[in-house]
Every structure is written in C-alpha cells, then in structure tokens.
C-alpha cells in the first residue's frame, strides 16, 4: 500500500492480453504513494490510418535490418509479433488508455513522446489533498 514514488514499465503491458492488463493497471492507485508517478513507454495505438502507417514504418525496419543479416526466422517472428499486438485482446489505443488511467485516480495523464508505434505515457496519481 502507498510504498512507490514511481513505477515505470517499458514495452512490457501491451503484451498482456487485456483482462490481465486491467487488473495490473488496477493495481497502481493502491501501491503507488500519492503523488506518485506511473510512466509506461509502450505501444500505444493511435486510431485510423495512422495506426497502420506507424505498423508499416515499424515492419519495414525489420526487413531493412534482418534481411541484409539472413535473419528471416528473426524477421518471420518479429512481424508475427506485431501482428499479434493488433489483435483486440492485446491492442492499447491510446485515448482510451488516457481515459483508463483519469478513472483510476490518476491526474496530468499525458502521452510526452510519440516515436510511430511507440509512445510514452506519463500519469500521476492524485495526491490526497486533492481528494
């Protein structure tokens, strides 16, 4: 209970499928102390084409990186990967997530840096005075 400034996570949430997600994310408001911050660097989607366009970038640096190295069973289960982050069960968009964390208590949720697929998503839990 109330024992972290901080927890922070990266490219690990987006791979839970989203039952168990919530519930790990559900978890913060009581371990973090108030005033705490949660920062999570992650795939966070974003809706429409420029999801898709950000997928495209991502695949295609895979290809530029492994083919030249003969690594096609690296490629095969990279792009494999990214496809399973597509699916619904495991796909975060990123105005929902925001949503998300406002409902748990959480206060200036932001998304600070957005680099294609990637984003880093910065949430501080309100600190009990401002309850």
Same mark, same amino acid.
């Given at each position: ?6 927890v922070?996570?990266? *490219?690990?949430?987006?791979? @839970? ?5 919530? %519930?790990?994310?559900n ?5 973090? $102390?108030?005033?705490?911050? @949660?920062?999570n660097?992650d795939?966070y989607? *974003?809706?429409?084409h ?20 003969? %690594?096609?069973?690296l ?7 990214h ?18 964390f $406002?409902?748990?208590? @959480?206060?200036?949720?932001e998304?600070?840096?957005?680099g294609?697929?990637?984003?880093? *998503?910065?949430? $501080? ?6 309850k």
């Amino acid at each position: 209970e109330s024992s972290f400034d901080i927890v922070a996570s990266v *490219l690990t949430i987006h791979n @839970f499928n989203s039952n168990y997600r919530n %519930k790990v994310l559900n978890e913060l408001p009581r371990i973090l $102390k108030p005033g705490g911050i @949660f920062v999570n660097a992650d795939k966070y989607a *974003l809706k429409g084409h420029a999801r898709y366009k950000a997928l495209a970038i991502e695949i295609e640096r895979y290809f530029n990186a492994f083919i030249p190295l003969g %690594k096609y069973d690296l490629l095969k289960e990279w792009v494999l990967h990214h496809i399973s982050d597509n699916t619904p069960e495991r796909l975060m968009y990123e105005a929902s997530s925001i949503k998300q964390f $406002k409902s748990l208590s @959480f206060k200036e949720v932001e998304i600070v840096y957005r680099g294609n697929m990637v984003a880093v *998503l910065v949430a $501080k839990k309100v600190p009990a005075s401002d309850k």
